[in-house]
């Protein structure tokens, strides 16, 4: 499986950024997708995941009603659109993916990421 995620780039606080990451090698059915991030000095956290075949999502209490996790099936590409951005959303952010049935602590392949950085 190979994620590459791009989108990322330094944005006044209260402006948006979407995020995609473009996934190859996935399994048909079965799984689901998720945006972590890394802020320097914290571990890195998960902000939105979604089951593929189903579009259920989860959202981090921090990000919730200001971001959205989206998919493209036909492109087997996922979307993070971030609104109202806040400094304190400033990170490398990821995309990782986990069978259904797995916990996130499974995943391992942990790309470059890209960077999103929120000015005051």
């Known amino acids: 499986v190979q994620l590459v995620e791009s989108g990322g780039g330094l944005v006044q606080a209260g402006g948006s950024l979407r995020l995609s990451c473009a996934a190859s090698?996935?399994?048909?059915?079965?799984?689901?997708m998720g945006w972590f991030r890394q802020a320097p000095g914290k571990e890195r956290e998960l902000v939105a995941a979604?089951?593929?075949?189903?579009?259920?999502?989860y959202y981090a209490d921090s990000v919730k009603g200001r971001f959205t996790i989206s998919k493209d099936n036909a492109k087997n590409t996922v979307y993070l659109q971030m609104s109202a951005l806040k400094p304190e959303d400033t990170a490398v952010y990821y995309c990782a993916w986990i069978l259904a049935n797995q916990g996130w602590d499974t995943f391992d392949s942990w790309g470059q990421g890209t960077q999103v950085t929120v000015s005051s």
């Open positions: 979604i089951k593929w075949s189903v579009g259920v999502t």
């Open positions: 090698g996935l399994p048909f059915i079965g799984y689901k």
